[in-house]
């Protein structure tokens, strides 16, 4: 998307918390989707994937829970 913001890593994680505690729970192409809505793009080749990746990180550490396959 022209004139998005790249994120990933702990910016990344800190987007997503923030747009599932405001919206609650999102698919990953919802969140993916949200976030091109608030101006930024996920840094990498398959972005629902790094999502994955990012959700995956927060859902160890007891930050956010998984609902549903892919969610």
Do not use: I, K, N, W
Not at 24 to 47: I, N
Request: glycine share 12%; proline share 1%.
């Amino acid at each position: 998307r022209a004139g998005a913001t790249f994120v990933h890593g702990r910016r990344l994680r800190a987007l997503c918390l923030v747009l599932l505690e405001r919206f609650g729970a999102q698919s990953l192409a919802e969140l993916h989707v949200q976030l091109h809505h608030h101006g930024f793009a996920v840094e990498g080749r398959r972005p629902v994937q790094v999502l994955a990746d990012t959700l995956g990180y927060e859902h160890d550490r007891g930050r956010v829970a998984r609902v549903a396959r892919g969610v």
